[in-house]
């Protein structure tokens, strides 16, 4: 049976955002997808764009009660962005809809999302140009503008646009799997797994003019993951020094180098636990690891299981949720 996921679709709905999900799960199968879009607007009636048309959807609120997903794209205005409510019977259909459902947003849907109350207490992200507008609706929601996504279990929010792909690849692997995420990603021509989170996008008053990069030094770095490498070596690469090399590093992917490090090394981790019946020890020397015990605390804290669960999963059940 596919998993069925409804889009509910707002008025000035960013564009990109509303056909995300559609695109990216259908992605999964081709003829015969895994999952199921539907989209909906709350009466059933068109939704307007700023980018000169409107949507008609298929469905009203009621198809939410069906759905195993529900995503909330991105707005552009509207009352869950100027006073941080949103109308009674869209909230009454998502506060439901979470009591068995998955819920999703896409960029500033996490606005709606929280306006219905289901962000508070809850870490969540939206648009870093929005962080400050909802950090004053919504107090109560801890706001983490800096990445890409926040998987919080049953409920998932992301930043502005193309970090909607990442999550939509992300739940795939989830639910699926590093290899039917990886097949999605390529059939959507674009990467399975983007570096970093928000910061590395951020506008900065002025552009660095030394027209240097650490990205060669993050190609070499994945070809010796099972390597120890410590700042000064890495630095020494990039032909820079280490304070220059970890400020651009960061500026480049979000993330400070071992932490960028350790999230290529629980990847490769992952994939070989999928695709190979190698011993955990041995996959955990060749993801860099070095133990079995330190490859299984760095997999229970990325993905919430041991490697041997994740193994089980992935290899046999055709990938149940993990979180």
Known sequence: MQHRVAVLAMDDFATLDLGVPGQVFWATGGDEPLY???????????????????????????????????????????????????????????????????????????????????????????????????RALFPRVRLDPDVLFIDDGDILTSAGVSAGIDLCLHVIRRDHGSEVANRTARRCVTPPFREGGQAQYIERPLPDPSGTTTAPTRAWMLERLQEPVDLSALAGHARMSVRTFTRRFR?????????????????????????????????ARRAGFGTAVSLRQHLHAAVGVSPLAYRQTFRHTGGAALR
């Open 251 to 283: 500026e480049e992917t979000g993330l400070s180098p071992a932490r960028w490090l350790t999230r290529q090394r629980v990847e490769h981790a992952r994939h070989l636990l999928e695709t190979t019946d190698l011993p955990v020890d041995v996959i």
């Open 36 to 134: 199921e879009v539907v989209t909906c607007t709350p009466d059933g009636q068109p939704v307007w764009s700023r980018a000169g048309y409107s949507v008609l959807p298929d469905h009203d609120l009621g198809v939410l009660a069906t759905a195993d997903t529900v995503v909330v794209p991105g707005i552009h205005s509207g009352t869950p962005m100027t006073d941080g409510t949103v109308s009674a019977p869209v909230r009454a259909a998502l506060r439901r809809a979470a009591e068995r459902s998955r819920i999703i947003s896409i960029c500033t849907g996490a606005f709606v999302l929280a306006a219905a109350g289901l962000l508070d207490g809850r870490p969540a992200t939206t648009h870093w140009r929005n962080a400050g507008q909802f």
